[in-house]
Every structure is written in structure tokens, then in C-alpha cells.
């Protein structure tokens, strides 16, 4: 969760190749360009571009990235984001939920690569999930959540507080390991509600 200026938010997640300290270090890296990129440019697929830059430059033959970020701006209500290689995560609304697409390639592999961006209109109480595909993949390949599955289970608890949704989320996924897991799970939740703030002549807005 990195701060920008104007009071807007950068929310990441990502996922390195590999496990182990070489996926640790190159995660580490990953992090540090991506706030490095963030804090010089706006334009989400410019940033894409130039993390791409910089990562190929490092990386061994094999290895990438997949990254989805998004800038939260609370001024407009905005989401915009740019998901290369991995989810665009799943978009909860008072209407239902759907999945939101990639928008380019994974990152550190591909040279001359680009990206585009999405930007939604966030309204009070819409959720976003992101999340890495030890999520999705738990259990695979007999057994495995998926993203059909991850939409069912939010669904189901659509009613449920934020805290609630992702323990339950995070447990049903758990569940699907019959050994401990070989892969991470990591889930980032954001919900969108207004906040009232008193004006000097003492209205609320």
C-alpha cells in the first residue's frame, strides 16, 4: 500500500517465479522499483513499462513478475489499475460481482511489452479483491477453488463485514490443501464508504 500525492492510494500485489530467498529477493526488487516508478509517474501502463525496463535488466532467464496495481483516487471515486500477467481482482457492487480482466503481459519477460489501464467508479460499500493464485489454485488440479469459486464464496457472504468475507474466504481455501501448502495465499480487500467530514460554518458533506 504505497501513498501518492493529492491524496491518492497505490494498492499492489504481486507474485514472483520461484519460491524460496531467490523469489524473496526478487520480490524485494519488484517492490522497490514499483514505488520508485509510482512516485515519478501517473499513467499506470508508463509505469508498467518502465518496471518492465528495469526488471528485465536484473532478472535471469525464466523468471517474472505478475503484478496488479491500482491508484485509489477518493476525490473522483476513481480505481484505476493495471494488471499485467495476473487477476484484476473481483469487483463486489450492490448489482452482484464480476471479475475484472488483465490488461498485458507479465512483467520481466517480454521485451517491448505494453499495457493499458481500466478505471470504475467506485460507489459506498463496493469491494475489490485481489489476490495471488494460491488463492484459486489451492488444491489443484482435482480439487482447486478457482475463480468460479472464489465468486460463489463471496456471494455467499456479501452480507458479511469485510474482516468476515476474507477469513471465510481464506479458510475455504486453506481447506483444499490435504499437505501443508506449497504455494502463498494472499488476499488484499478493499471496500469504498463515504466519510463525513465537518466543514469550518459546521455542515457536514
Known amino acids: 500500500i504505497i501513498p501518492l500525492t493529492d491524496g491518492r492510494t497505490a494498492f499492489v500485489i504481486l507474485d514472483v517465479s520461484g519460491h524460496g530467498v531467490s523469489a524473496a529477493l526478487l520480490t524485494g526488487v519488484a517492490k522497490m522499483t514499483l514505488r520508485w516508478r509510482l512516485a515519478e509517474q501517473d499513467e499506470l501502463p508508463v509505469v508498467m513499462v518502465k518496471v518492465n525496463g528495469d526488471l528485465l535488466g536484473c532478472l535471469t532467464s525464466g523468471r517474472f513478475v505478475t503484478i496488479c496495481v491500482g491508484i485509489w483516487c477518493p476525490r473522483d471515486r476513481t480505481w484505476t489499475y493495471c494488471a499485467a500477467g495476473h487477476p484484476g481482482g473481483l ?52 480439487n482447486a477453488l478457482g475463480d468460479d469459486g472464489l465468486q460463489r464464496s463471496l456471494d455467499l457472504t456479501v452480507a458479511a463485514t469485510l474482516q468476515d468475507q476474507a477469513d471465510t474466504l481464506l479458510r475455504e481455501s486453506s481447506s483444499r490443501w490435504s499437505e501443508d501448502p506449497d504455494d502463498d495465499a494472499t488476499l488484499l480487500a478493499i471496500e469504498c464508504f463515504a466519510m463525513t467530514l465537518s466543514s469550518p460554518s459546521g455542515d457536514e458533506r
Not at 94 to 108: C, D, K, Q
Not at 120 to 137: A, C, F, N, P, S
Open 91 to 142: 469487483l463486489q457492487t450492490g448489482t452482484g460481482s464480476r471479475h475484472l480482466p488483465a490488461t498485458g503481459p507479465l512483467v520481466g519477460a517480454i521485451e517491448d511489452a505494453c499495457w493499458t489501464s481500466n478505471q470504475l467508479t467506485l460507489h459506498d460499500t463496493d469491494r475489490l479483491w485481489l489476490y495471488t493464485d494460491g488463492i484459486t489454485e489451492a488444491g489443484a488440479p482435482g
